[in-house]
């Protein structure tokens, strides 16, 4: 079938998801009002509330929410084949992270644009604070640890990536230094510095830069030593200001995103390809079952809890009339599903043949330690039939994840750095107080450490648990946003209004996040991985926890239903 | 040509947007910070304790009283207790 096909089938789906699901939400369950006046007029500052276009307030929460996780997620997630894969995002897009992200930008906007931490506590109980600092401390261990070995496979196996990836920060700089210290446009030195990183491709192919030396040196593998050495410039980056570095970057990351999906679009529909990956894999029976693992795995593809502290974080406080809510909030999550078809499509119509695939995506362990390689190799095939060649469209798919990941471990070890703090000074911890040097130490050796598990589960026996990391990823990125629906539910039901557009992809993932985590507990234990069952075993507290509050809230508001509050 | 160039201002606006958006209140928090330790630093006078630059900080007194004026609400004081300083 050509991939074509795909594209249509969802971006068809994502259409009238829009046009119709999202105008029920905003109309009968969230009930947008374009006479509310939202926080960025009622507590407008110039800083954190800033009446913003919706295109501008889109644009800005995409490219917020969008990263490597969508791409990665979904790469893995085609080895139960593509027909799975490819229904879970459409319909995780459409009926549970377009409820969640228009969700959590609403029930903001109507608490003076609070965070969705600060509702939880106010919304569910005091408890739920607690819970969710420590839910968002074990997701940023997590994502700090996976996008950290993300990076080490990509640089390992694309050593012509390494001096585009590295010429990212000098162009971020420059242009962070162009904004502020000249106060001028930046269209300019933005368009020179994308052609200057796009020059930096066939540079790098021809000088590809391997850390071999340097490992056997040492006497660590070039993967550890890889890991090591992205662990140490987060470290440095992250306790540099934000204006220098990090803001830059995560605007280059903008552009290349948006750049990233025309591309791959284009590719499919100029070169016509043909979907070689299986409908529906038949796996062997010692590989993960698709269910629920297939949830856990597309993570970020379908749903992600990150979005809501995004949504609550900045895109409320910026939300100009609260109707555009439904643009910004539905349309964000669109285009985050958007990224994912992306990632199927790359790897299931870009690997050649059915032959090729099929060894691609030989095992579990192939499929999830293989998983950006085989991104970027499609990326690369969809870029060849533009006429670029192959070997700089792939390193091209691998600065971009590169650049993704890069910018996502900086600002995680930044908040980890954050909840370290907090969580210190609630145990009565004084040692670290105001110890900003040992706390971003701390934030790096944590996840390190993480990556640094070994497991030998990956393709080339490399010795990394890459693949069970992802899962404890997406368990634990789908509590997140357990946490932020079980906030909208209890706000929807206060209402009066049918809560069941949240209830109902609320109770799907916390059953398939807890069955996830039940059963690696039981593969943890059998396979002796100790570190990994501690870790598994209290992310299963912590789920077990959000039921409750989850549950309890639901029939207190269930039990206290004020007709009065129908309006508010 | 002016519609081109309405068009070019609009779209680099938007951009810069893009750009200044996400992070705007990060950086003002980031700057705000900055400047409460050296309003308090110039201020220590005021404050009642000798600062040892105050001499040579004097001047710097016109630029930054309406800073201070900010500062000392920002610390939790709605008028300031010294006449002559501010309010």
């Known amino acids: ?568 | 040509m002016a519609d081109e160039k309405s068009l070019w201002r609009r779209f680099s606006d938007y951009h810069d947007e893009l750009f200044m958006a996400p992070w705007r209140a990060g950086i003002a928090r980031e700057a705000r910070s900055e400047e409460d330790v050296l309003v308090a630093l110039l201020f220590l006078e005021a404050l009642g304790i000798p600062g040892p630059a105050d001499y040579y900080a004097l001047e710097l007194y016109p630029d930054l009283i309406e800073s201070f004026h900010r500062w000392h609400q920002r610390m939790g004081m709605d008028t300031f207790p010294e006449a002559g300083v501010c309010c």
């Open chain 1, 1 to 568: 079938m050509p991939a074509f096909f795909l594209i249509v089938m969802a971006l068809v789906a994502f259409y009238l998801g829009y046009r119709f699901y999202s105008r029920y939400l905003a109309e009968k369950v969230y009930a947008l009002d374009p006479n509310f006046r939202t926080p960025a007029h009622e507590m407008r500052d110039g800083v954190d509330f800033v009446p913003t276009h919706k295109h501008v307030l889109l644009g800005h929460h995409f490219t917020s929410v969008a990263g490597a996780a969508p791409i990665v997620g979904p790469a893995i997630a085609v080895y139960w084949g593509w027909l799975p894969a490819l229904t879970w995002v459409i319909l995780g897009t459409i009926f549970a992270a377009g409820v969640h992200d228009l969700g959590s930008i609403v029930v903001s906007a109507r608490n003076r644009g609070q965070n969705i931490g600060t509702l939880s506590g106010k919304v569910i109980s005091a408890r739920a604070s607690t819970l969710f600092l420590l839910i968002i401390f074990f997701l940023l261990t997590l994502v700090n640890a996976v996008f950290g070995v993300v990076m080490a496979i990509l640089f390992e196996s694309n050593p012509g990536a390494v001096i585009p990836a590295l010429i990212v920060i000098p162009i971020a700089v420059f242009i962070g230094q162009w904004a502020y210290r000249l106060g001028r446009s930046i269209i300019i030195p933005s368009i020179v510095g994308l052609l200057l990183l796009y020059i930096a491709i066939p540079i790098g192919q021809a000088y590809p830069i391997e850390v071999d030396g340097l490992a056997s040196a040492i006497g660590l593998e070039v993967r550890t030593t890889w890991i090591l050495l992205i662990f140490a410039y987060t470290w440095i980056a992250s306790r540099l200001p934000v204006w220098i570095l990090l803001q830059p970057r995560d605007y280059i990351n903008g552009q290349q995103l948006i750049v990233a999906l025309f591309v791959i679009f284009l590719g499919v529909l100029v070169g016509w390809d043909t979907v070689s990956a299986p409908a529906v894999n038949e796996v062997s029976a010692d590989s993960p079952h698709w269910f629920p693992y297939l949830f856990i795995t597309v993570a970020c593809g379908a749903i992600s809890g990150f979005h809501s502290l995004v949504a609550s974080g900045t895109t409320s406080k910026q939300l100009d009339k609260e109707p555009e809510a439904r643009f910004v909030g539905y349309g964000g999550a669109l285009g985050e599903g958007a990224l994912a078809l992306a990632a199927i499509l790359a790897c299931t119509a870009g690997l050649g043949a059915a032959g090729e695939w099929n060894t691609a995506y030989a095992d579990f362990g192939a499929a999830s330690g293989g998983a950006l390689g085989h991104f970027v190799t499609g990326t690369g095939h969809f870029l060849s039939n533009l006429g670029i060649p192959a070997t700089l469209g792939a390193t091209f798919a691998a600065v971009v994840v590169i650049t993704f990941a890069g910018t996502t471990m900086d600002t995680g070890i930044r908040l980890q750095r954050y909840i370290l703090a907090e969580i210190s000074e609630l145990a009565g911890f004084k040692a670290l107080s105001g110890r900003v040097n040992l706390l971003t130490t701390l934030a790096v050796l944590i996840p390190l450490g993480l990556a640094l598990v070994p497991g030998g589960d990956d393709a080339g026996g490399k010795g990394f648990a890459f693949g069970r990391l992802w899962t404890l990823f997406g368990t634990t990125n789908q509590l997140t946003a357990g946490l932020a629906l079980s906030v909208i539910a209890v706000w929807v039901l206060a209402r009066n209004r049918n809560p069941l557009a949240a209830i109902v992809p609320l109770v799907f993932l916390l059953f398939m996040t807890t069955w996830a985590l039940l059963l690696n507990l039981v593969d943890f234990f059998q396979k002796g991985d100790w570190l990994l069952l501690a870790m598994d075993a209290a992310i299963f507290v912590l789920a077990a926890w959000l039921i409750v509050e989850a549950v309890t809230a639901l029939n207190r508001q269930r039990g206290a239903r004020d007709p009065a509050a129908a309006d508010r």
